[in-house]
């Protein structure tokens, strides 16, 4: 760091975080085949005297794999060779972001996320496997430390590996490894040239400088090391570790098919009743989709035997939500309960009142068969409330899969003549509760699985 750059820092002036002049990158040729007998830093230093303060020194990481015992002995047999391959990235992987065909996009134990778990059998022997380094700001950390004690000349060190990139074709490498340079440079808090300020751009120094190297380096002609001089070299004691994003800030931590099979399995958990509901209004186009993937649900006889009446009419819905309560506290005044107890019961479906939509599922019993006896009128009549059953809960799901929230009151099926008359319907409808539904005033969690110890038998 320059006197210029301490001053600048202790007054919090933002600095650019371009080179001050002309950068040169300078491969380091003639370095030996690498193995665990190699005494790295003597090596570089032996190719490359005229290093000096401030230089970054940038390594592949295959070298530090070589170097530190992280080659793993491998059969030449392509088929053989590949399956040892494969049972490597299992045990190297935290877990799959994404498969395609026999690509594999894992996050591996360094938190990368890389293609194969950054396991490797490019350009080392066909008996051969190549591991990432067990610690890569650690390899470069030592690298930078011997080198200092060799030369005197303080340089930093950043290590390498090859990625694809979201959104681009090709690959480009990255930092994995670093010690003795800032990984990165915040902008937030300055401006640009505009007055605009800046807000969330920070950029990866450290990505930059291993992209930029990889230009000498190459990937045919073994040529692992290069240098980069001419930066302004801060060294604020970061590492690349910190260029991983955690997994749950990523916006992308899953593939496609992998982000659509997950929503799929925990579609259902992700409803729960919502009994607090923010002042966001509801999409009608949201609640039209919703509805239309409930009425996929399964009903006997190739029929549609529910309907959905959607209660828009805020006068009409205080009119009917009265009217229930009027009727409810009829039923609990002749059941003998204390006008407290009435009250504390119709309170409950304060909800209704204040839910920003409110929807009324209806068994029609359209299609129903008839049958001379009581026995299987009655079996038919169950089954047609199963099916409209399933709607309601097909409606629950496909509103919390939109991010809505919903809760499903059955004070209606006590009132069904108040219902169907305030609603002007069908006198043959039964109201099958009442479904309050608005965006949820707090965020949500997945529910956990149900035991299923106790509620499945098993014959």
């Not at 793993?72 to 490597?88: K, N, S, V």
Request: net charge negative; glycine share 8%.
């Amino acid at each position: 760091m320059t006197a210029d750059d301490s001053a600048a820092s202790q007054v919090g002036v933002l600095r650019d975080h371009r080179a001050p002049a002309a950068l040169e990158i300078i491969p380091v040729t003639g370095l030996p085949e690498f193995d665990a007998t190699t005494d790295l830093a003597a090596e570089i230093t032996r190719r490359a005297p005229w290093l000096r303060n401030d230089d970054v020194v940038v390594v592949t990481s295959k070298v530090f794999s070589k170097t530190e015992g992280r080659m793993i002995p491998a059969p030449t047999d392509p088929d053989e060779r590949d399956a040892l391959r494969r049972r490597l990235i299992d045990a190297e992987s935290v877990r799959v972001l994404a498969r395609k065909n026999r690509t594999l996009i894992t996050e591996n134990k360094l938190g990368l996320v890389q293609a194969a778990a950054g396991v490797d059998g490019s350009n080392v022997p066909t008996d051969q496997i190549a591991l990432l380094p067990e610690d890569p700001d650690g390899s470069a950390r030592l690298l930078r430390e011997a080198i200092a004690r060799l030369t005197g000349h303080h340089v930093a060190v950043i290590v390498t590996d090859t990625m694809g990139r979201a959104w681009r074709t090709g690959q480009t490498d990255v930092a994995i490894g670093a010690s003795g340079i800032a990984v990165s440079h915040p902008y937030e808090g300055g401006e640009d040239s505009y007055g605009n300020p800046l807000i969330v751009t920070d950029i990866a120094v450290a990505d930059e400088i291993a992209s930029a190297a990889d230009l000498v380096k190459g990937k045919l002609d073994g040529v692992p090391v290069a240098v980069v001089r001419g930066l302004r070299v801060h060294d604020d004691g970061s590492s690349a570790a910190q260029l991983v994003r955690p997994a749950d800030e990523d916006l992308f931590r899953l593939g496609t098919a992998e982000a659509i099979d997950q929503g799929r399995i925990e579609a259902i958990r992700t409803r729960r009743s919502i009994r607090s509901f923010s002042e966001e209004p509801v999409a009608p186009e949201d609640l039209r989709a919703a509805f239309a993937d409930a009425l996929t649900a399964p009903a006997p006889h190739h029929t549609h035997p529910f309907r959905f009446v959607w209660v828009r009419s805020r006068e009409r819905r205080v009119r009917l939500l009265d009217a229930m309560g009027d009727a409810w506290r009829a039923d609990l005044s002749s059941d003998d309960k204390s006008p407290e107890s009435i009250a504390k019961r119709v309170g409950r479906g304060q909800i209704l009142y204040d839910a920003p939509e409110l929807v009324i599922p209806m068994l029609t019993g359209d299609g129903a068969h008839t049958y001379p006896d009581s026995r299987r009128n009655a079996a038919e009549h169950t089954m047609f409330t199963v099916a409209a059953g399933g709607a309601v809960a097909s409606l629950l799901v496909a509103l919390s899969a939109r991010g809505l929230g919903s809760c499903w009151v059955g004070s209606t099926i006590f009132a069904p003549d108040v219902v169907r008359r305030e609603l002007d319907v069908d006198p043959s409808w039964e109201p099958l509760g009442a479904i309050a539904i608005g965006h949820p005033a707090e965020p949500q969690q997945l529910r956990e699985p149900a035991p299923t110890d106790e509620w499945v038998i098993e014959r």
